[in-house]
Every structure is written in C-alpha cells, then in structure tokens.
C-alpha cells in the first residue's frame, strides 16, 4: 500500500481504539566513514503490528536526510547554505540494511505516546508529506534531520515535555562537531578552517541535539507532564541492528600540522639560499601569495554564506583575497608595501587566536609567512608607516 494511503489524514475513519497497534519510534543511526555520516542520523518509525486491516503490517522510516547530488549547482548552493533536503518515506528494513551494510548501529526507542498524540503526529507527518512541504531548506545547526523529528513529535505532545539538563555539559559546536571527525583530521581541518567564532560558544541543551547522539540521550531523559502527572517519553529501548565491523578509510598520509611542519621548513631553507646567494626567490612568495589568496576567496564567499557560524570567522585575517592584488608588484621586485600589509594581517590573525580556535597547524603556517618580511636588513623599511616606504633595492 502508497505510503501516502496509510497515512493519510484522518477523514473520519480514524479512530483512537486503532492506534493501539501503532509504534512510534526514534530511531538514530551510528556514524560510518562516508563523510556526510560521520554525525549520525535520526529519523522517525511508525509501525502498524495489526494483521489484519487495510494498514496491517506497514513499517515506515520517515527520513528528513533525503538530497539530490546530482541537482543542479548541488555545490555552490551548499557553501552558500542554499541546500535543499528533503522528507522521504523508507520501509524499515530496507531503511535498516542499509546502515547493517556500513557497520552501524541502529537504536531504536519506543516513544511513549497516548493514541491521540498519535493521531496527531499520523496528520503531522501526512501533512509534511504533501509535495509543497516535504522539501525544506536544509541547515547543519538549526533545522536538520536531528531537529525534525524532535520538533514534529513536540507539536503532538498534550503535555508539556520537559528534559533532564546535563550537568557540566555545555561544549561548543566546534567541540561536538570535532568530536565526530576525531578519526578524520582533514574533515576536522576543512571544518575549523571554514566555522567561525561563533561556533566556538557555549552552547545549550536545544542547540546540542542538532546531533543524533544527544538527542537520542536527551529522549532517554525526558518525561511529558500531562494532566498532573509525569511520564517517560520513552517506554521501551531496542536495537534492531547492532554494531558491525567499520573499517576506518584513512585520509591523505600527512596531517595538516605536519604539512605546515614542511611549509616552515621549506621557508627555512629558501631563507637560507637567499643569504647565501643574496638574491630574493621571488617565485616562492608568488607561490605562498597564490596560495593565501585562493584560500582566502573561500573564506571571503563563506562571509556570505547562510550556514551558521562562518559569517565570523577570523582566520580571514590572514586567508583573504588581497595577496592576489600584490602579486604583479612582487614580480617587479617590489615587495616593501606587500611586507607592511603581511605583517598587519599577521599580528592581527595571531591575537584573533585569543578569542577563536583556529584550524590545524594554521599558526605554524601564520609563522612561514611572517618569516617572508625578513631578511633583516628590511625589518625597519617594514615597519615605516605606508606614507614614508622605500623601495627595496635587489
């Protein structure tokens, strides 16, 4: 039976003595090494264990993590924070292979639900199922698969549901994010080169369940208050699929400290061939400059970005677009004004590391540029205000 049929709106042939039969579940999903899976997964089960009947035996996963790759400039709308998920109906087995498939677990909490609650929520998720409501726009913080399902199931609720605050546990999204990529460190590279300072703030309880894991431990925790009277929002804990063997895809061989270990050794050793030869590489800093610029065109774009937390992000202080525009008067040799602006970007960079953590190794690489302003000899010129700089002569 069409998905749609089985959960249709109640037309009048609904009746609460029938939700008797009718499971309502969390289900969340433990992370495998496929990127996007790396923060887990929650979605919703509805399971009808009637035998007999026009809805007999239905076992629905409702998934709020449905997107299209292969859509249309699918990339430039995801750095700009443009993209859309999308609600989708699964049957649960297939639903659960999937994850047995990768590994992972699937835990499976029955929710504690009156017939009536679950009457509403059945209108709920019809209602989100209609074409003009099943697709939204997608926000890794605020509105994801995690955040869907708890608020659908909220707005069923007769009572009022209440969680249990954890005690010392306010981590920064930076945190929770890093703690899912531990095994990653390239992922957790891109993630702190492009999340801002605002993901560096405390966060709480609400803000934490835009992850799978917490919300699963926040519905374990919490009771609805109805009438005068608690009760737990979950009767009953399962795992229809247990844990399996993950084999752990390696990144690229070198982390990001040890590549900006070898950026500062190599800026060392051109340092050294030019006191010996007496003569600028400028081909090196053309290539650093490249490099700082390209890298700072991403973090330019992200400012303008509607993903949360990168529209402040101060490690633009040092990647930005402006060595590009340097570039054609180091070619010429002239490199003074470029060492004057260098220098500002860098001390400005390495006290904005006060207030926000930066990527991976990103100080050893604020070093290698800073050691670009030497040779000795230039320091002063350097540090002369723009209006009185001189020429240096090679």
Not at 90 to 111: A, K, R
Not at 181 to 186: E, I
Not at 342 to 363: D, S
Request: charged share 20%.
């Amino acid at each position: 039976m069409a998905v749609n049929q089985v959960m249709a709106e109640d037309n009048g042939n609904d009746h609460l003595a029938q939700f008797d039969s009718i499971e309502v579940s969390l289900l969340t999903c433990s992370p495998h090494e496929e990127i996007y899976s790396l923060y887990g997964h929650s979605a919703l089960r509805w399971h009808d264990m009637r035998q007999s009947g026009p809805d007999a035996g239905s076992d629905i996963v409702f998934n709020w993590g449905i997107f299209n790759f292969n859509k249309p400039y699918f990339v430039l709308r995801f750095v700009f924070g443009l993209t859309d998920y999308e609600l989708g109906p699964i049957p649960f087995q297939p639903f659960c292979s999937y994850y047995q498939q990768w590994g992972s677990s699937v835990t499976e909490q029955v929710l504690n639900l009156t017939n009536e609650e679950k009457m509403r929520l059945k209108a709920a998720l019809a209602e989100n199922l209609k074409p003009e409501n099943r697709i939204y726009r997608y926000n890794y913080f605020y509105d994801n698969c995690s955040t869907r399902p708890r608020d659908i199931v909220e707005k069923c609720l007769n009572g009022k549901l209440e969680y249990t605050q954890r005690e010392d546990y306010t981590p920064s999204y930076r945190e929770m994010v890093s703690q899912c990529t531990r095994n990653h460190r390239w992922a957790t590279f891109g993630n702190d080169m492009l999340l801002g300072i605002k993901s560096d703030f405390k966060t709480n309880m609400r803000e934490q369940e835009f992850l799978p894991e917490n919300l699963m431990y926040d519905f374990d925790h919490a009771q609805i208050y109805a009438a005068g009277a608690y009760r737990p929002l979950v009767k009953e804990r399962r795992m229809p699929v247990m844990p399996g063997v993950q084999v752990i895809e390696h990144d690229f061989p070198l982390t990001p400290m040890e590549c900006a270990l070898i950026l500062l050794a190599l800026t060392l050793i051109i340092m050294l061939i030019e006191r010996k030869t007496g003569k600028r590489q400028i081909w090196y800093d053309v290539l650093l400059m490249t490099i700082q610029g390209l890298a700072g065109c991403v973090l330019f774009v992200m400012l303008f970005s509607q993903h949360p937390t990168t529209s402040t992000n101060l490690q633009i202080l040092l990647l930005n677009p402006l060595p590009l525009f340097f570039i054609p008067s180091v070619i010429r040799q002239n490199v003074t004004r470029w060492q004057k602006v260098l220098l500002i970007m860098t001390i400005l960079y390495l006290i904005g590391g006060i207030f926000q953590h930066y990527a991976e190794g990103m100080m050893i690489v604020a070093l290698s540029l800073l050691l670009r302003i030497w040779p000795l000899q230039n320091l002063f010129v350097t540090l002369q205000p723009f209006s009185k700089s001189k020429k240096v002569k090679k």
